[in-house]
């Protein structure tokens, strides 16, 4: 059975820091794994998809990192601002489940000015 | 232009009643899914559904059941609300490969 776990559980930094965000998950055949964002109240936005083939994916300040052999990916935002505060989760997608994600914990991130 | 809507956008009910939550996607996509997140914000999937198959996990209650008059809409439906049922319930729709498009939630309260 697929877990992931999302480390820290709760960040609060400083605006313009860089920061890292964790996820871990324990069955390393996965076909794909996203990171999302969630604002207080409101549904899920996808920030980067990586599939299984892939390193890593970029997009504006973020990146993310995949190391399938040992169940890591890493979140990485960039000169952080205000507006990054929010719920950010990962998912991995098992191939042969259906295409449905399993989540992580979520990591809540408050940026403060 | 809304991707992919959920209705109402807030339910609340009493224990034992029977109650569905509509989903539509204007995306074209083949795939459409309904998820939990219970009050730890943990996301889980419950029904994920093409025209071709429906695939249950298999820790939902028989109480939940999609239903898809067409390829554009997944209703949930609810029967006997329990306590436990409280939640935000999500729908999110995807095609092939592609990412999947989350609604914005449906936030269920049963009393």
């Known amino acids: 059975k697929q877990e992931v776990t999302q480390i820290p559980a709760a960040l609060s930094v400083p605006e313009g820091e860089n920061l890292v965000l964790n996820c871990s998950f324990t069955d390393s055949a996965i076909y794909n794994l996203q990171w999302f964002r969630q604002d207080p109240g409101k549904g899920l936005t996808s920030l980067l998809l990586i599939q299984s083939s892939q390193r890593e994916q970029t997009s504006g300040r973020l990146n993310a990192s995949l190391d399938k052999s040992s169940g890591r990916s890493t979140l990485y935002i960039a000169a952080s601002q205000p507006g990054d505060s929010a719920t950010y989760l990962c998912a991995v997608r098992r191939g042969n489940a259906g295409n449905m994600l399993t989540f992580g914990g979520g990591t809540r991130l408050m940026v403060k000015p | 232009d809304t991707a992919v809507s959920q209705t109402p956008k807030y339910l609340v009910t009493q224990m034992g009643n029977d109650k569905s939550i509509k989903c539509e996607q204007n995306?074209?996509?083949?795939?459409m899914y309904w998820y939990k997140q219970d009050s730890k914000k943990f996301l889980k999937i419950m029904f994920s559904?093409?025209?071709?198959?429906?695939?249950i996990n298999e820790t939902v209650p028989n109480r939940f059941s999609p239903k898809s008059p067409d390829k554009a809409h997944l209703n949930l439906h609810i029967n006997s609300l329990e306590l436990g049922d409280s939640a935000v319930y999500f729908c999110?729709?995807?095609?092939?490969?592609?990412?999947?498009?989350f609604g914005p939630g449906t936030r269920l309260l049963v009393l």
């Open positions: 999110a729709s995807k095609k092939n490969q592609e990412t999947q498009y």
């Open positions: 995306l074209g996509h083949d795939t």
């Open positions: 559904y093409n025209n071709k198959e429906l695939i």
